[in-house]
């Protein structure tokens, strides 16, 4: 993308825009027709970039992209486009690989050197080790929606650990280590757990395997112990979120063996 289109200056023409894709009868549009309208107004939006913005404004999830959703996603895309301008130091509608790398630090990543490889090279779908606009956006879209997968699975995992403590269970298979214990000891009367809350929270094989059955990853509990063996870095059989990264963007081309 060149320049800001037409799309993001303001929302007269949205209604038009989306009129002229959108199906007639119903006033709605398609995964594909989404794509459709993007990419005739400047943009170069692949098909899966385009169900990962879908799938994050398809506010009741109908599969159908209503008009007042085509507006929140236009809003996002503006968001969007500020965020990618800032980080565009050379004022050359890409962002660099080491530019991306600070960014990601600064909030708060610690992806190794092998990790952000990976996210980096499969994010650059053109191969020419820059990140444009549209490769930006499904990128953020796709950590995002690792992040909430991975958080969920935090969630349930804490869950988990106060009913064994409620019930005075302790030890065993999937009961948690101490510090993890400890940590939830401290908020055992709260009805939410805040970021503080769960970082000392990490999956182990058996969380990880059910957020993959989730994911439709065809796996059992050994692949996916060879699966954390290979991705766990620090070696303490955990899966932190920069691993989990790391791993589903490796598998998302090869698959699991």
């Given at each position: 993308m060149s320049q800001t289109t037409s799309l993001i200056q303001d929302e007269d023409p949205y209604k038009e825009i989306f009129n002229e894709f959108a199906q007639k009868d119903n006033d709605y549009l398609t995964v594909e027709e989404l794509q459709m309208t993007l990419n005739s107004n400047g943009y170069d939006f692949t098909l899966k970039a385009c169900n990962n913005m879908f799938i994050h404004v398809d506010e009741d999830t109908n599969k159908r992209l209503?008009?007042?959703?085509?507006?929140?996603?236009?809003?996002?895309?503006?968001?969007?486009?500020?965020?990618?301008?800032?980080?565009?130091?050379s004022q050359l509608q890409v962002i660099k690989r080491t530019d991306l790398r600070d960014a990601l630090k600064n909030l708060g990543y610690q992806f190794s050197n092998e990790q952000f490889s990976i996210l980096f090279n499969v994010s650059d779908i053109n191969n020419d080790n820059r990140i444009?606009?549209?490769?930006?956006?499904?990128?953020?879209?796709?950590?995002?929606?690792?992040r909430e997968i991975?958080?969920?699975?935090?969630?349930?995992k804490a869950r988990k650990?106060?009913?064994?403590q409620s019930t005075g269970?302790?030890?065993?298979?999937g009961s948690g280590s101490s510090s993890?214990?400890?940590?939830?000891?401290?908020t055992q009367n709260q009805n939410t757990l805040s970021n503080n809350e769960l970082k000392n929270l990490q999956l182990d094989?058996?969380?990880?395997?059910?957020?993959?059955?989730?994911?439709?990853?065809?796996?059992?509990?050994?692949?996916?112990?060879?699966?954390?063996?290979?991705?766990?870095?620090?070696?303490?059989e955990k899966m932190s979120f920069e691993e989990f990264v790391h791993f589903i963007f490796t598998v998302n081309d090869s698959g699991l063996n």
């Open positions: 209503d008009y007042e959703e085509f507006i929140k996603l236009m809003k996002f895309l503006i968001r969007m486009h500020g965020t990618f301008m800032h980080l565009d130091k444009n606009f549209e490769e930006f956006v499904s990128m953020s879209l796709q950590l995002k929606a690792l991975y958080r969920n699975a935090l969630k349930k650990i106060k009913q064994l269970g302790g030890g065993g298979s993890e214990s400890d940590e939830l000891n401290n094989a058996n969380d990880f395997d059910d957020i993959l059955k989730s994911l439709g990853i065809d796996t059992d509990i050994n692949k996916t112990k060879n699966a954390l063996k290979h991705f766990d870095t620090n070696h303490d």
